[in-house]
């Protein structure tokens, strides 16, 4: 381990860390209750912690291993579609859902089921975000941070460890969102946002620098069309290396396109028009850990602007996440492989990278891993004040509603301790093959109640007669017929000649069951309509106009993304 690459790291890590804690106790006793002050940051953040705070807690190792991972198998750029379909979804929230939660005044998502459908609707989705929030992307986080490290430190004691890291980054992360709640993690993401796009690109740079240098003959090993040549290699440049490398069609399994066949098993053409959309919409309008921010806004504009700021980040990302995760198989393909001779550490494309083309630069490793490890404390700690806040809004409060508005802190970061030490058990688990891949794993688990949320959410906003259980049995339909098509159904439909490919794809899953809680939503208001429309509650503290700057924005953005998809479709 090199001295200066540890002292610069410690330091830069304590430092950012140490502003987050201090900013969370500036002003504190001027931003409003107790609960609000710990949850929503005192509903007080600017656009930029707003844009920034989305970014730090949205990417970590969850992209830089997971995503990188997928690229650098045979999706390639097409797992890119998260990125910038995320651009469009987040225009959506910025201009659709934000203005209907921030005029409720709610401080979670499941809050508002309660307004619209009735307190047991809140109680269900409180406890199957929770179930799914704690044991996938909170435990994944965990994990993926720890293979980040344990594969740039593998010989060094607790670090080369992936159990033992996985319980030092939980209890790091744990520690400061304990301490200062969402404020703290907020301040700390305005840094580690900014840190992360530039250590990426610091990355990907790197990455382009060492494949025009690389030999031929090993490079074409990996070469999608069989008729590139080490004379063609030699010939070219680095950009033109990758293109030769990488190219072919989507059939012959060229990855810098984003349409994939329709027999692919994860991103099939046919996810793009309706199944993508369905984890986009999930996870940015109506994922606790996420929306927090958003719903922490000091208005209407700020939140819009934040949004928009962070849909143009999420257009870069890509760049700096997918394509270095391609390049290191182009790379580093033999250091990938598993030592039982039977196919590739896909995700560990990216900590190969780091273990290769930073480690021998200490005046500039530090600075990658600091970011790196900054987004893996940033996320989770995110996702650990989101559960918290949902454990103890939603449930406790429900429970015991005369607890005191000051002790709801308190509650809280006994959840914060209790959700830390569940997540970091599973994490370790999460090395075996039979997830296949982070990413995968993640995304396919939260299939068993984005669909049913987002329908009922809509129909909740859209349709003021729609009866009241929809929003609890709604939840339950998609979570049983998911599980039903995932591991029983699908196979009988696939069998039986009745679907396009092998097999149904978890997007195409989510899709199936969009489309059957959408229809019961509509029979069942048709068959027993609300005798009067639901009104909502209207919070009258915060200002409600919307922002004529962040609408114009969001309009380049919606044209930037439409762009980089005809560029690489």
Known sequence: MNTVEILLFSIAVIGVISLGVWKSRQHAEETGSAASSYFLAGRGLSWYLVGFSLIAANISTEQFVGMSGKAADWLGMAIASYEWMAAITLIFVAFVLLPKFLKVGIYTAPEFLEYRYGGFARTVMALATLLILVGV????????????????????????????????????????????????????????????????????????????????????????????????????????????????????????????????????????IVGLWIPNLFYWGFNQYIIQRTLGSKSLAEGQMGI????????????????????????????????????????????????????????????????????????????????????????????????????????????????????????????????????????????????????????????????????????ILNAVLYGLLKWWLGDIIVDAGLWFADDISFLDRMAICLVVVCAYSAVMTAWKPLQEPVVLPENKDIDLRSSPKAKMLGMGVVVLTIILYIVFW
């Open 308 to 475: 928009v700021f962070a849909a143009f980040l999420k257009l870069l990302i890509p760049f700096v996440v997918v394509i270095p995760g391609i390049l290191a198989f182009n790379l580093y393909y033999e250091q990938m492989a598993l030592s039982s001779g039977d196919g590739y550490d896909f995700d560990g494309a990216f900590p190969v990278l780091l273990r290769n083309l930073i480690k021998p630069y200490p005046w500039i490793s530090w600075f990658v891993l600091a970011a790196i490890f900054g987004a893996i404390v940033s996320s989770l700690a995110s996702m650990l004040n989101s559960a918290s806040t949902i454990a103890t809004m939603d449930v406790v409060r429900k429970i015991k509603s005369d607890i005191p508005d000051e002790k709801l802190p308190f509650w809280g970061r006994g959840f914060v301790v209790l959700f830390v030490i569940i997540s970091a058990s599973i994490a370790p688990t999460l090395a075996h093959p039979s997830f296949g891949g982070i990413f995968t794993f993640i995304q396919e688990f939260q299939g068993f109640i984005s669909s049913g949320i987002i329908a009922i959410f809509l129909f909740g906003m859209l349709v003021p007669r729609a009866p009241k259980f929809l929003g609890w049995s709604g939840i």
């Open 137 to 272: 992307p909170t435990a994944s986080v965990i994990y993926s941070g720890a293979k980040v490290i344990s594969g740039y430190y593998p010989d060094v004691f607790i670090l080369g460890n992936l159990t033992a890291a996985c319980w030092l980054i939980a209890f790091l992360a744990a520690g400061y969102v304990f301490v200062g709640g969402l404020k703290a993690c907020a301040w700390t993401d305005l840094v580690w946002g900014a840190a992360l796009i530039i250590a990426g690109a610091i990355v990907a740079y790197l990455a382009f620098q060492a494949l025009g240098g690389a030999d031929p003959a090993s490079l074409v090993k990996t070469a999608t069309l069989k008729d590139v040549t080490t004379e063609q290699l030699a010939d070219a440049g680095a950009w033109e290396r990758f293109q030769l490398l990488n190219g072919g069609s989507a059939e012959e399994g060229g990855k810098l396109h984003m349409v994939r066949p329709l027999s692919d098993a994860e991103i099939p053409w046919s996810a793009l």
